[in-house]
């Protein structure tokens, strides 16, 4: 098991969901792998949510109509042929805050870390932490005087638990709820170990039309870093940030936004291992993003491509867009537990 794939557990299963399903702004985006998820992609395909049922926000439940949401989910399963009863799930990465947590002593026990965890959190988070759907993983390499960081995935409860009986009532198990970014990078981690030395680090972009991600890893497998940019509220709430707005950030927006991050890990970090940025667009209009990234970071930039990460049924097309915007429901599909 890698080590991305341990945090992007929210709970715990034994086995791939198989069945991956992405919501997003306005539509819901569906992958099937055979082989219990290990195997083939077999299905593929996007469809516009009914319109004044989702709302997404970190802050509160996000689903205004889940009856009609039910309704039109039932009938989008049996259209597909969709059966079972265990799918992964995947949000917004607005939806959840990721970040590296170092802890003043060594925790005793479990219990003791999810404690410190949630006291060292609370005054970042834009609600009680003790509403806090609270996921962590110990980052190998990254403590100080023997004392362990941890890497943390946070969503409110009340997010998650609802997306959860959603499910639930239409007779599926929640095996995973992961946000975008982190489904694209459980699902490129091969490609990754492909391409880069164990020493070298990458950034990973996600792209989305109104946000966008990005996240650094360093030693190709330990994730130590992930940002979000809205396009107004840093809370990223659906009062500030509207998803029907058109795409708000241009590719010099982009840049400027990134150099933090990169200054970042050059000065704090003391990072000097930089290989690749990858990136994954949903924005054609910015341009040859290859290009515009390789000359700002000085390393090679490469696209997220689906065909590099899974093998896709012989009687499929899955061609631009829809490869783009299948990542992340193939990631959770074919993720396995911690």
């Not at 890698?2 to 985006?29: D, S």
């Not at 890497?151 to 609802?162: D, P």
């Not at 709430?237 to 990169?262: I, N, V």
Request: glycine share 8%; hydrophobic share 45%; aromatic share 8%.
């Amino acid at each position: 098991m890698n080590r991305l794939g341990r945090l992007k557990r929210w709970l715990v299963e034994p086995a791939p969901p198989g069945v991956g399903v992405e919501f997003r702004p306005g539509e819901i985006v569906m992958a099937r792998f055979d082989e219990g998820g290990r195997g083939t992609m077999d299905l593929c395909l996007r469809a516009p949510i009914p319109p004044g049922v989702v709302d997404f926000s970190m802050l509160r439940p996000n689903l205004i109509e889940p009856e009609a949401l039910s309704a039109f989910l039932k009938q989008l399963f049996a259209e597909a042929g969709v059966k079972g009863t265990r799918i992964g799930l995947t949000l917004p990465d607005m939806l959840a805050r990721i970040s590296l947590v170092d802890l003043p002593n060594a925790p005793r026990s479990s219990a003791e870390v999810m404690d410190m965890l949630r006291f060292r959190l609370k005054k970042s988070l834009p609600f009680d932490a003790s509403e806090a759907r609270l996921s962590y993983q110990t980052v190998p390499g990254a403590a100080s005087a023997g004392v362990p960081a941890f890497l943390t995935g946070i969503m409110h409860e009340s997010v998650a638990a609802q997306y959860e009986s959603l499910f639930a009532d239409l007779g599926f198990q929640v095996g995973a709820i992961e946000t975008s970014s982190l489904s694209l990078l459980k699902l490129w981690e091969p490609v990754v170990f492909e391409t880069l030395a164990p020493e070298q680090d990458y950034f990973f972009l996600n792209l989305e039309e109104t946000y966008f991600t990005v996240s650094l890893v360093r030693n190709r497998s330990r994730l130590v870093l992930v940002r979000t940019v809205g396009h107004r509220s840093p809370l990223l709430d659906t009062e500030a940030l509207d998803f029907r707005h058109r795409p708000s950030y241009g590719a010099e927006g982009l840049l400027r936004e990134l150099l933090p991050t990169f200054i970042y890990y050059q000065e704090k970090l003391e990072g000097d291992s930089l290989a690749r940025v990858y990136y994954r667009s949903l924005r054609p209009d910015l341009g040859d993003l290859a290009e515009i990234l390789k000359e700002q970071f000085q390393v090679p930039a490469e696209p997220f491509d689906l065909a590099r990460a899974v093998k896709v049924g012989s009687h499929l097309t899955v061609d631009e867009p829809m490869a783009s915007l299948a990542g992340a429901a193939s990631g959770v599909a074919r993720g396995r537990a911690a």
